[in-house]
């Protein structure tokens, strides 16, 4: 009988090893909560860009020239990207001439958004990077131009809830271009990933309009779509007049050192590499 232990024992940790390769690997830490996708990003945070290793030409073809193009008639368009990792949108869009906006990069992963500072310290003047989690978007109503998230959506706990986020920010006749998970991981990410007429469905649930799916990467299609209403879009203001309190929605003042909530008193620091950083700030 020793041996049929044994023989148990043996296929006992070949599951447990599968179902940690799955959790951790596959499916990014998901079905943990978002404290264990950011330390996941946080810890490959410095070889990132080695394992994604995207092609500059693929990123201005498929994000910056489209995006460009869905702006070029806003003056000084205002763009958010959530879950910006490395700062790959804000590369591929402001490394287009005719883009003359300001990108804000928000990320949950605070070694990642290091990583985006030092790789797009040349736009430092047009980049404003921001410690935060996608599900409470620091920002007032109909605020941006364009908000996109990329290659993130599956990894939060509701999609939905962070979707509702991104058109609240949108201004009426602004561009959503968001990512929708495919191929043959997707079906083991059961209730994150949606099939495509799922996650379409999903967008039509929101005011938006001429929702278009576009081929992209082997795991990844694109999804463009338009917030309903009149456009009203066009320059960029500062930070204060667009940022809001996370804790409370209050209106946030610069300080000396960052930003505090004139409503609860939260303090927002701004860390030594420019990051303002909102995650887990108590009123003083």
Known sequence: MGWIRLILALLGLVLAGLVIYWQLIV???????????????????????????????????????????????????LVLDVATGTGRLPRALLRQPAFDGRVIGLDL????????????????????????????LPFDDDTFDAVTCL???????????????????????????????IGQDARWLPGRALSNEGFEQMLHSFPLEDVKRQSWQMDYDLVWAIKTGRPQGGGV???????????????????????????????YPIAEDGVIEMIGKRAR
């Not at 070889?47 to 003056?75: M, N, T």
């Open 27 to 77: 499916a990014e830490g998901t079905y943990l909560g978002p404290g264990v996708v950011a330390l996941l990003y946080d810890w490959s945070a410095h070889v990132y860009e080695r394992i994604k290793q995207f092609d500059v030409g693929d990123e201005q073809w498929f994000l910056g020239l489209p995006l460009v193009r869905a702006l070029s008639l806003i003056p000084a368009p």
């Open 109 to 136: 992963s605070r070694r990642m958004l290091r990583q985006a500072v030092e790789r797009t310290a040349q736009f430092a003047d047009r980049l404003t990077y921001i410690w935060q989690d996608a599900r409470r």
């Open 151 to 181: 290659e993130a959506l599956e990894f939060t706990p509701d999609a939905r809830e962070v979707v509702a986020e991104l058109v609240r920010v949108l201004r009426p006749g602004g561009v959503l271009l968001v990512s929708n998970r």
């Open 237 to 267: 203001r500062p930070l204060v007049e667009i940022a809001r309190c996370p804790a409370c929605r209050g209106q946030l003042n610069r300080e000396a050192r960052g930003l505090r909530c004139q409503d609860c008193g939260c303090d």
